[in-house]
């Protein structure tokens, strides 16, 4: 989820307002396997020894090692492609395009698992990604990434960044070390009751059944002016299963399976538009929103075509969440900022390295 188009971006990222110091985190399935954040000092002028997404981005090279070529999390995906069809229910709460019913925006996207290794085996427990970047009239895009766990684990991008180093993987062991992890923990509550929230949440058996949820808050107007807060999430048609017991035998067990699964026919989820009320965090994505909450079915997300990551597909996009259309505008919440910037800083020290080969390659898959 860190990259940039390739190609001029038909959309340029909003920024919130009334921040000089725009923060940001990443977030983990389980206790190790970690997801993406940093934060930006927006004047430019990098201090030595602050936490920057340069500094953070050397974090993910350091925890999980440096894999020229690939995203330095969400290093192992798939590509694929659809469509996004509105049913004007979203239209109530916002004039974006999008939402309007019948229309039928294409949409390019990304699977992945997070984690800097591009071939790290495939387990029930890692946090499982999907991006997407909808192409809409007048060369609008709305580009989300979202992921299979319902909070960040992280409320500070300190807390990101010191979590990321307690957790590394000892070599010896192949586990974090049980004293470092533990007394991070200690020092974090707001994180360990978000692990607890997402351990009420056990993975699904793979990609195809799985919600992604965007987190982050954002706030969408309607065409009289109206503005309400909101989160999104995509919901899956296809019946949710529990993950198998097991590890899994193959080691890219969960990408084979989606890429069978879209062969034999298209995959559906349905965006569902979750209304905040007054008090509701707006900027503190560890804390739930209460489940009584209005949600809105907005449409339904087509994924019917899977490739192997290549130049001009999903590879080459960023899903950078500040990449809206007019009608979504970011809250206040200083993560979305965060990512922007250190998908940025990730893109360019990929783009500069040799292209890497995906663990998982479409055709042999099809063709085994």
Do not use: C
């Not at 002016?225 to 035998?249: C, D, I, T």
């Not at 079915?297 to 500040?322: H, I, K, M, S, W």
């Not at 250190?342 to 099809?366: H, I």
């Amino acid at each position: 989820m860190d990259q940039e188009d390739e190609q001029a971006p038909a959309a340029q990222p909003r920024t919130p307002s009334r921040r000089s110091t725009v923060l940001g985190l990443a977030t983990v399935a389980g206790i190790a396997a970690v997801d993406v954040g940093g934060f930006l000092y927006v004047s430019g002028r990098l201090t030595p020894g602050k936490l920057t997404p340069a500094r953070l981005a050397d974090g993910f090279e350091t925890t999980f090692g440096k894999h020229a070529g690939f995203r330095r999390n969400h290093a192992k995906g798939v590509s694929v492609s659809g469509h996004f069809t509105g049913n004007g229910a979203g239209s109530a709460v916002s004039t974006a395009t999008v939402f309007e019913s019948g229309r039928r925006s294409p949409v390019t996207g990304r699977f992945s698992l997070s984690g800097g290794v591009p071939d790290v085996a495939d387990t029930a427990t890692t946090v499982r990604g999907l991006g997407l970047r909808f192409s809409l009239p007048d060369g609008e895009q709305w580009r989300t990434a979202m992921i299979n766990i319902p909070v960040f684990l992280d409320s500070t991008p300190r807390g990101f960044y010191d979590r990321m180093l307690a957790f590394k993987k000892v070599p010896a062991t192949g586990k974090p070390d049980p004293a470092k992890a533990a007394a991070f923990l200690a020092g974090h509550p707001e994180t360990v009751k978000a692990m607890k929230i997402v351990k009420k949440h056990p993975p699904t058996s793979g990609f195809a059944d799985s919600t992604y949820h965007g987190l982050n808050a954002f706030h969408l107007t309607n065409s009289s002016g109206h503005m309400v807060p909101v989160r999104w999430s995509m919901v899956p048609v296809q019946q949710a299963r529990p993950a198998a017991a097991k590890p899994p035998e193959d080691r890219d067990q969960l990408f084979n399976t989606l890429v069978t699964t879209v062969d034999a026919g298209s995959l559906r989820w349905r965006l569902m538009l979750t209304i905040g009320l007054p008090g509701d965090q707006l900027d503190d994505a560890t804390v739930p929103w209460p489940d009584s909450r209005r949600q809105i079915d907005a449409g339904t997300l087509t994924l019917d075509n899977v490739q192997t990551e290549a130049e001009g597909n999903g590879r080459d996009v960023n899903f950078d969440p500040l990449v809206l259309p007019q009608g979504i505008e970011p809250s206040d919440d200083p993560l979305l900022s965060a990512r922007s910037a250190v998908y940025a800083q990730s893109f360019a020290r990929r783009s500069g390295e040799p292209a890497g080969t995906s663990a998982v390659n479409v055709s042999q898959v099809l063709d085994a």
